[in-house]
């Protein structure tokens, strides 16, 4: 089995950082993708492979890996950054998906 | 530019099928795998399982084994999703997703827009 674990939800004030963990007894050994999913929308890849980011992503979002914790760091949060966050990783001996619980994020 | 068009909403009563359908275009079809997952209400992302449009090969989540059939027409670059004795906590959006990857990585550069089913 591979569990990823989120905290359920994380706040943050307007221009502060935002850190949303994501954790997970084997995730030492795998590479951690992020989404944002916002009502009625799909989900958006923001970061992969633990720290890169696709192109038209903004700066304000990076990634980084330490032990079995990957973190999502949102800094400078904005109104516009309120959705749900997903940590996803891939089984290779599976082939196989999971996706963490995901952690609501607001902005207040 | 790749781009992935569901089929329209669904509403079906309990212990129904219902096949959803993901049409593919600004790629090769037989390139790369097509992956399913869902969100049910107030729930987190699901992933349901994936299909080699080449070889029609298959792969599920445990949850999902024996209630879901991915298939494919390479004809028309779509894939299908079948999901039979239907419940009603299978309401959800479902989503196709493509993958990018090597054998190190997998995640989804490319979603389709969502497919509501009620049940």
């Known amino acids: 089995s591979h569990v990823v674990t989120q905290s359920p939800s994380v706040s943050v004030a307007p221009g502060q950082t935002a850190r949303i963990p994501c954790g997970g007894v084997h995730l030492g050994s795998k590479r951690v993708h992020w989404y944002q999913k916002k009502p009625g929308q799909a989900p958006v890849l923001v970061v992969y492979d633990n720290i890169d980011r696709p192109s038209g992503i903004p700066e304000r979002f990076s990634g980084s890996f330490s032990g079995n914790t990957a973190t999502l760091t949102i800094n400078r949060a904005e109104a516009g950054d309120e959705a749900d966050y997903y940590c996803q990783v891939w089984d290779g001996s599976s082939d196989r998906v999971f996706f963490g619980g995901g952690t609501k994020l607001t902005v207040l | 530019q ?118």
């Open chain 2, 2 to 119: 790749v781009h992935l068009v569901q089929s329209a909403s669904e509403v079906k009563k309990p212990g129904a099928s219902v096949k959803v359908s993901c049409k593919t275009s600004g790629y090769t079809f037989n390139d790369y795998s097509l992956h399913w997952v869902r969100q049910a209400p107030g729930q987190g992302l699901e992933w349901i399982g994936w299909i080699n449009p080449s070889s029609g090969d298959t792969n599920y989540a445990h949850n999902f084994q024996g209630r879901v059939t991915l298939t494919r027409d390479t004809s028309i670059s779509t894939v299908y999703m079948a999901v039979t004795r239907l419940r009603s906590d299978d309401t959800a959006i479902y989503y196709c997703a493509r993958p990018h990857g090597d054998m190190w990585t997998l995640y989804f550069d490319s979603w389709g827009q969502g497919t509501q089913l009620t049940v």
